[in-house]
């Protein structure tokens, strides 16, 4: 159940985005996205789903080739966190949820009671029992993020794509999803590809990191293996590079905490 692409070319309109993209993630890997803003980590999550159509080259899921798939067989397969939270709708946190099950659905049908109990039990799962029955617009940036997250989780598919999952979550709760996350890799094999502007979410929850530079991929690999000082100045510059806790954990910092010249700064 890996995600393969090869050699992808798409953007929007007349405006070219991605370039010869080609990247494999193999059943169960945990992927961070990596890249500066505007670098295409988006773009790409879009043709992972099927919601651009490539100009050049194919999305393999399961093998298959996403382009001969049809919106219910995608949407059976690969569940998405996105970016934006905001909603044309304001159902109840529940039933926003349950529409994860759309694509199990026949037409004219509705979820039943096994549904909801199984919906009920991703919301406890994430800790957010007490949003059940809020109207998704009265609740903050954050919790729309966990309701999101729970409506993917209750989708249950085998391939999930999460954009910038943790934009709006506070310390305590980043940390509790990605452990999530990656708990659910390692013990149902779901692959993941997760969009992260804090590289050191990748260090302690990703298993790999693609790295994206205006719409090409420049590396690929194990997560520590690629977070080196070199492939770091590259994507963000001069002033971000690796360093050790005082337990021998890497983490990324910017060069000038290191250095003291922040402290330096504001004796000045
Ligand atoms: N709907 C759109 N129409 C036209 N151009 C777009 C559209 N969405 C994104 N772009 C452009 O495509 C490029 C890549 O955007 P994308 O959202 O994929 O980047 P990103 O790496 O996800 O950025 P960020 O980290 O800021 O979310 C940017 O130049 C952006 O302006």
Known sequence: MSIEVRNLEAGYALKPILRDVSMRIEEGKICALLGR???????????????????????????????????????????????????????????????????????????????????????????????????????????????????????DTPYMLLDEPNSH?????????MSLMRQLAKQHGITMLITLHDPNLAVYYCDEIVLMQQGRLVCQGPTLEVLTDFNLCAIYGNN???????????????????????????VC
């Not at 382009?67 to 926003?96: D, G, H, K, W």
């Not at 009920?120 to 993020?145: A, P, R």
């Not at 979550?169 to 999803?177: I, K, Y």
């Open 240 to 266: 971000i590079q690796t360093d050790h806790t005082s337990r021998g954990m890497q983490v990324v910092v910017p060069k000038a905490i290191v250095m003291g010249a922040v402290e330096q700064t504001l």
């Open 37 to 155: 803003n505007g670098s295409g980590k988006t773009t790409l999550l879009r043709c992972l789903n099927a919601l651009i159509t490539p100009t050049q080259g194919q999305v393999y899921l399961r093998g298959q080739d996403i382009a001969r798939l049809s919106r219910v067989e995608i949407a059976r397969m690969v569940s998405v966190v996105p970016q934006s939270t905001s909603a044309p709708f304001n159902y109840p946190c529940l039933e926003v949820v349950l529409m994860g099950e759309a694509a199990r659905l026949n037409l004219w049908s509705a979820p039943g009671e096994a549904a909801r109990q199984r919906a009920k039990g991703v919301f406890k799962q994430i800790g957010i029992e007490h949003l059940l029955d809020h109207d998704y617009n009265g609740i903050s940036g954050g919790e729309q993020q966990l309701v999101l997250l729970a409506r993917a989780l209750f989708q």
């Open 169 to 177: 979550l506070d310390f305590s709760n980043q940390h509790h999803m």
